[in-house]
Structures are given as C-alpha cells and as structure tokens.
C-alpha cells in the first residue's frame, strides 16, 4: 500500500491555505495580530502575506507531486524548514502573547506533521527483506 498519500495530503493542504491567503492576506493578518478586525490590510501587509503565501504554495506542490522517496522527503524537509522559521519569526515578533501562542502552536504542530510525514514519503520496499 502506497503511504505518500499522508505527506501529499499536507502538501495539497498547504497549497489550498496559501492560494487562500494569497487571494485575501486578512486570513493570515488577523489571526497573526497584524490586522484589527475592522481594518483593511496596507499594501506592504499584501506583499509580506502574498510572499508567504508563495513560498508554502511552492512547497506544498512540491510535496503533492514529487515523486516518492529522495524528491519528496526534500520537498517535506524544506517545509518542515519553513515551518520552523515562521516558529521562531512569528512566535518572537508578532504585536502580542496571544498571537505569538497562537502561531508558535500553528506553526509547532504543522511543522510536526509534516516531519512525521517523512516516514511515508518513501516508496513502500518489497520481498522479503524490504528491499526495492
């Protein structure tokens, strides 16, 4: 049975938030604090949220497509990467502790996710002594 269904599930599922925040940067602006509930993101807000949004759109079609084994435990490494910088930069420099605990927690748990998910993203050995 093929298990890379489970890193390309995250994968489709990072790329379907990023074309989301992609199209409205308020989904990503105001659950991180960045963005008042009444307010209307500045254009420089657009450009960082967008910028994110691509990067995690790359990286979760990479992690949809690639083929298994070597191709996509890189594409699950470097999300995991990603993962572990919005950690840092979001969980020490947004405007408040709430925020800071929400993302720490978003960005904790996906990034644990999708390093477990490195134990599928190899293409299942066969015969006897699991070999290819």
Known sequence: MDRTWFPRLLGVATAAYSVAIIAKPELFLRPTGLLED??????EQKVMTRAIGGRDLATGVAMAVAPAGDPLRTA??????????????????????????????VAAGWGALCALSLL?????????LRRN
């Open 38 to 43: 009444s307010a209307s993101p500045s254009d």
């Open 120 to 128: 599928a993203a190899a293409p299942r050995k066969k015969g006897l």
């Open 76 to 105: 699950v490494a470097v999300r995991v990467g990603a993962d572990v910088v919005d950690l840092v930069a979001l969980g020490s420099g947004l405007p408040d502790q709430e925020s800071r605990e929400k993302a720490t927690l």
